[in-house]
Structure formats: C-alpha cells, structure tokens
C-alpha cells in the first residue's frame, strides 16, 4: 500500500521561510494527485489552506503558497508568525475515489 | 458563513452501531460531494468516506469497508455515517468536509463529533 509521506517535524525562525513536503513512498505527486494542505492546532478542526495543488482557501494570506517541487507536493510559508506553529497535513488523491493523508508535520516556530 | 455540524457521537460498546449526522447550511448541500474523516486520539487525520453530490458513488478506506456506510439527504442537507460493528480503534473525532469540486478534497469543515468505542 503507497504511504503518504511527510516531515515529523520542521522547525522556523520568525520571519523566515519554510517549505513542507508531501511525498509518496512510491512514485511521484503531480497535480493530478490534486494535493491539499491544512493546518490544525490541538482541539481543533482542521483549516484549509491550499487545495488543488495551489489554490489558496478563502481567507488564507498569501505568505502561505502550494507547488509540486520535484517529485512531491510543497507548502511554502513565508515571513513565519508565531501562530504559524501548528501541526500541517496533506492529502492526496489515489484515484478510485480514495483519499489518504500524511502523517503531519510539527511546525514549531522559535 | 457556509457551516457543518456534527452530531451523534457518543460512547459505545464494541461490536454496536452508531450514526453520525452533518447538517448543511448556507450553500447548495446538493451541488457538492462530502467527505467523513476522522483522527483517534494524539493521531493524525484519516480519510473515511466519500460520497457524490448525488449520491450515486460512494467510496471507503479499507479500514472501514463493510461496516461503515456513508448516506446523505439533498433534501435535509444532511450527511450521514453508519457505523456498524464498531472497534476500539474506531474511537476518534469524526469530521465531515465539503469538497469544493470533483476531484478536490476539502474546503470546509465541521467542529468534528467524538466517537469512543469502549466496554
């Protein structure tokens, strides 16, 4: 069965840059995997921040882009912010109907 | 603002049945396809179900293939998740999400019901 593969975790400076990855145990992530990403602190939904490889969510800042860089699906987040630090999750599309996620990744901001 | 809700979860044996509900408000329910996702306790998201706008497909994890059964009514603008034959490891907050066009996941989201499968 192919894993959805993300970083455990990631760590930023405030005010700096940081690219989150989204991979495939095997193969490649293109744009037909339609991948998505959304952020979620303890307790809470999940929001969306970027689906469809690079469409931002309604009310989403455009510090926060999408991308297929190489063979995996990247989220880059500019000019950090302390309530950036969340935990990140992606998902692809495996066709069939079927869905799966990533692990997450811990965004820690220091 | 475009809401879900969730409602139903609650605490249950293993081995019984439970039902989830979403109700829609605020966009056209029977335009959209919808998704069940959940996440067990300090654990990440899992994909459940899916379902079409008109509810002709429906699609499941291997995990829950046979026991769970996704349902909705356009004219309730209500999702629904049958859960049958519950396990312990079925205990998660469930989700549900709209998915903004076919072939997209999720854009919104609801609050997310818990569900705990326990003797």
């Known amino acids: 069965q192919t894993v959805v593969t993300q970083e455990p975790s990631f760590s930023v400076s405030p005010g700096g840059t940081v690219t989150l990855t989204c991979g495939l145990s095997?193969?490649?992530?293109?744009?037909?995997?339609?991948p998505s990403w959304y952020q979620q602190t303890p307790g809470q939904a999940p929001r969306t921040l970027i689906y469809?490889?690079?469409t931002r969510s309604s009310g989403v800042p455009d510090r926060f882009s999408g991308s297929i860089l190489g063979n995996k699906a990247a989220l880059t987040i500019t000019g950090a912010q302390a309530d950036d630090e969340s935990d990140y999750y992606c998902v692809l599309y495996m066709g069939s109907g079927i869905w799966v996620f990533g692990g997450g990744t811990k965004l820690t901001v220091l | 603002q475009v809401q879900l809700v969730e409602s139903g979860g609650g605490v249950v044996q293993p081995g019984r049945s439970l039902r989830l509900s979403c109700a829609a408000s605020r966009f056209t329910f029977s335009s959209f396809a919808m998704h069940w996702v959940r996440q067990a306790p300090g654990k990440g998201l899992e994909w459940v179900a899916l379902?079409?706008?008109?509810?002709?497909?429906?699609y499941y994890a291997d995990s829950v293939k046979g026991r769970f059964t996704i349902s909705r009514d356009n004219s309730e603008n209500t999702l629904y998740l049958q859960m049958n034959s519950l396990r312990p490891e079925d205990t998660a907050v469930y989700f549900c999400?709209?998915?903004?066009?076919?072939?997209?996941?999720?854009?919104?989201w609801g609050q997310g019901t818990r569900v705990t499968v326990s003797s």
């Open positions: 379902i079409s706008y008109d509810a002709r497909h429906k």
């Open positions: 469809s490889t690079n």
């Open positions: 095997s193969g490649s992530v293109s744009t037909t995997s339609s």
């Open positions: 999400a709209r998915s903004p066009s076919p072939l997209d996941a999720f854009d919104i």
